[in-house]
């Protein structure tokens, strides 16, 4: 007896393997749909922890590499052995790097200028916080004139071995330097980013450089027994050291710099993920629906042949959760390949094995989830269906009677009847639709809004086209040679400054452009413009870092010198992750104030950038250093192919809604279609009716996604710009034409996907029993 059991639980599960190959042959394209869709979830959530988790973070590596310290501070050049043994004895510091002595210079090549930071180290590399050399060899003796630069400044500005390092001094004095190596270091954030760029001499080379230690300054760095100390061992240094410290350096601010907007594009993943997740378990469910609905024959001819609802429960859920585990198995794939190849150096740090299992096993329960109900259903089959193979029937719907008193073709109003006799296939239809398309409008609210940027950089605090430095002219002879400069329409004098905050604890940028009777046209979101000595406006990050509002008063600390702040005003500041505080240059104290660092320039609206810096450069005899500045959404490019990368996969579950319904449509109207051409319907008038089902139910979920995209997104981008320290206030909406070409381009899409099966439906003869 328990042989015949085996015997027969075997053939049953044959039986079963027979029918789901039948199954999945005859619909191929769908269940393609259904792994491609549920791969790319995976896909972007891999992606998104990859990148949330540090893991493209190049900081971390680099870190572990050099051996890195966790502070480094800026002070005056007068070190004292005392100082030194102190800062190495401060609780919680296990070592110190330096001091090492660094002078600011420029090096010149083909009229361009670059300032540098000159740093002195020993030809034996130091063992806390030594550079990684990447290409060519460290410092040597032998060769004085040799210099190491920094690996990022270097590709910045066409650096190679060999090349030349002629740099000028802050007295004029030229040297001719040459590159011996370039090296990484997680001292700083990557240039230009973080300025100025950074090269390591023998302490000879630059004493022979600068011999002036008033124009230098001293830098050391501590290693600590416990990072998160970080804030506290900070406040203990810059006690000790007193009004000699300059600014300070933390690991969070260079692991922040490093990231290279990364965390943005992690939270978009997710958010995608997550959402089409979501939708893609709708359209799983949709689709195990209707294969019950149009296998119902099948399946209670397999409950007649002897199998239980268990076993017809198990072999709907194993159909289809195997599609999904077949996705899932090939987005952990993808996902990985996507880290190496796209992402770079930083794609050998995977997210962690738990995130990895939490994404690959949250992903399977949603698919098991989704598809168990229908298929529960499904095992209730009767051997023998006792329900009409016929859709329900009931009153016309009031869209259907809409239909008629507007007196529409036939084929509209039975399309329009029919489209929401089936309610809940009907509802998972419009919602499986609505939102991918929610995702896809959201989407094209984030171009928008970067492309905002690149069209109006002054909302993003970059109104000067030009940035004018230089150090071999007097103030009053640059500020003569733009003022007489057509293309020139205003210009405002400015200085960039290292401050330290409140508690002295870390360093923010403190910009100095403008003055208080002629400021720096900042569009200012909340709050105004400063207008008088004293006050300044902020962006988001520094309000967040500081716990202040508009209208407090702060104290910083610049070059030893305390300044009280009040803050009249909040601007979109995307530099320093919005930790910037701006100010008029009457505000700084004078030796601070005098001369100006640099001359932003508001230019005529009829000027061109190119052209103008042309004429500056002619005019100073190329003594001027003319830069145009960099719009921080160009960095964010990358956004774009996330965007049509995200909505091809969202296309894809929008289809596999689509397709299931088409299928359920045509089942429904098996039987139907000889009564109707029997009515005196063509069968264009036919395919007509079908596609006019499927139609309204698209063209719902279509408009429901993107009413409901337009008035989420705006609160999701600004809440992005709000915790990343820029700001809200950013987000823009697509424009209405977008909005339209893309609600166009879907529906026609899914018409002409549902025009090819409803065509051959109409043409097709009606089944032997029918006639």
């Keep these: 007896m328990r042989r015949l059991l085996t015997v027969d639980r075997m053939s049953t599960l044959r039986a079963c393997e027979r029918w789901i190959r039948a199954d999945l042959r005859a619909r191929k394209g769908q269940a393609l749909l259904t792994v491609f869709a549920v791969a790319g979830i995976v896909t972007a959530l891999i992606t998104a922890a990859t990148l949330l988790e540090d893991g493209t973070n190049p900081w971390r590596g680099l870190f572990t590499r050099t051996n890195g310290a966790h502070i480094w501070i800026h002070a005056q050049d007068a070190w004292a052995d005392s100082s030194t043994a102190a800062l190495s004895e401060l609780p919680g510091v296990a070592a110190v790097a330096g001091p090492y002595r660094s002078a600011p210079v420029t090096l010149v ?44 400044f270097a590709e910045a500005v066409g650096l190679r071995l060999g090349s030349p390092f002629p740099v000028t001094a802050l007295n004029g004095t030229r040297h001719e330097l040459a590159v011996a190596g370039i090296a990484e270091t997680a001292e700083q954030g990557f240039y230009p980013e973080w300025t100025p760029g950074l090269a390591w001499v023998l302490p000879q ?5 600068e011999p002036v230690a008033a124009r230098s300054e001293s830098v050391i760095g501590l290693r600590l027994d416990d990072p998160e100390a970080t804030r506290l061992t900070v406040q203990r240094a810059v006690t000790l050291l007193d009004e000699r410290v300059q600014r300070v350096t933390t690991w969070q601010q260079v692991r922040a710099a490093m990231e290279l907007d990364n965390r943005l594009l992690g939270l978009m993943l997710a958010l995608f993920g997550a959402v089409g997740l979501v939708a893609a378990a709708l359209a799983l469910a949709n689709a195990v629906g209707g294969r019950v609905l149009t296998h119902s024959r099948d399946l209670a001819t397999l409950k007649s042949l002897g199998l239980t609802p268990g076993q017809v429960t198990g072999m709907l859920v194993a159909e289809h959760g195997s599609l999904g585990l077949l996705g899932v198995v090939t987005g952990l794939i993808c996902g990985r390949l996507v880290t190496m190849v796209a992402l770079g150096d930083g794609a050998g740090l995977p997210p962690s094995l738990t995130s990895t299992a939490v994404i690959a096993g949250g992903t399977v329960l949603v698919v098991l989830v989704a598809v168990l109900l229908p298929a529960w259903r499904g095992g209730r089959t009767p051997p ?39 309610r809940l296939p009907a509802a998972l239809t419009v919602f499986g639709v609505a939102i991918p398309m929610m995702m896809i409008t959201i989407g094209l609210c984030s171009w928008a809004t970067l492309n905002n940027f690149l069209a109006h950089p002054e909302q993003v605090g970059q109104a000067a086209q030009l940035i004018v430095k230089s150090d071999r002219m007097p103030a009053s002879e640059v500020e003569r040679i733009i003022a007489s400069d057509p293309g020139v329409a205003r210009f405002y004098p400015g200085s960039e400054v290292a401050a330290l905050e409140p508690e002295q604890t ?74 910037v505080i701006s100010f008029g240059l009457d505000s700084l104290a004078a030796k601070d104030a005098v001369p100006p660092e640099f001359y932003a320039l508001v230019l005529r609206p009829d000027a061109d950038p190119a052209e103008t810096r042309e004429r500056l450069l002619a005019a100073s005899g190329q003594d001027l250093e003319v830069r145009q500045p960099v719009n921080p959404a160009e960095r964010l490019a990358v956004i774009r192919i996330v965007i049509v990368a995200l909505t091809v996969v969202l296309a894809l579950i929008g289809l596999a809604n689509l397709l299931t319904a088409i299928a359920v449509g045509l089942r429904d109207h098996a039987f139907d279609l000889t009564v109707l051409k029997a009515m005196g319907l063509t069968p264009r008038q036919v395919t007509a009716t079908l596609v006019t089902a499927t139609g309204l139910l698209v063209v719902l979920g279509v408009v429901l996604g993107i009413l409901a995209g337009v008035s989420v997104a705006g609160v999701l981008i600004d809440l992005q710009g709000h915790t990343s320290g820029v700001g809200a206030g950013i987000a823009r909406t697509a424009s209405m034409p977008t909005l339209i070409v893309t609600m166009l381009v879907a529906v026609g899409a899914a018409l002409l996907v549902a025009v090819i099966p409803a065509h051959r439906a109409a043409r097709a003869r009606a089944p032997v029993t029918v006639r």
């Design 506 to 579: 870390r360093s923010v940028l403190a910009r100095a452009v403008g003055t208080s009777t002629d400021p720096y046209p900042f569009q200012v979101l909340e709050g105004r413009i400063y207008s008088q000595r004293g006050e300044a406006v902020a962006g988001q990050g520094l309000l967040d870092l500081l716990d202040v509002e508009i209208g407090d008063r702060v104290r910083v600390t610049v070059g030893g010198t305390p300044l009280i702040l009040r803050i009249v005003g909040r601007v979109v500041e995307p530099d320093q992750d919005g930790e």
């Design 384 to 422: 023998i269906p006792d329900t009409p193979v016929a859709p329900p029937r009931g009153r016309l719907s009031r869209l259907a009677r809409l239909a008629l008193l507007v007196r529409l073709p036939p084929a509209l109003v039975l399309g329009a009847r029919d489209a929401f006799t089936r």
């Design 109 to 152: 090549q083909d009229g361009r200028k670059s300032p540098v930071a000159l740093r002195a180290l020993p030809a034996r590399p130091p063992a806390v916080a030594h550079p990684v050399v990447k290409e060519g060899r460290w410092l040597d003796t032998a060769d004085p004139d040799g210099v190491v630069v920094e690996r990022t």
């Design 205 to 209: 080379t630059l004493d022979r450089v």
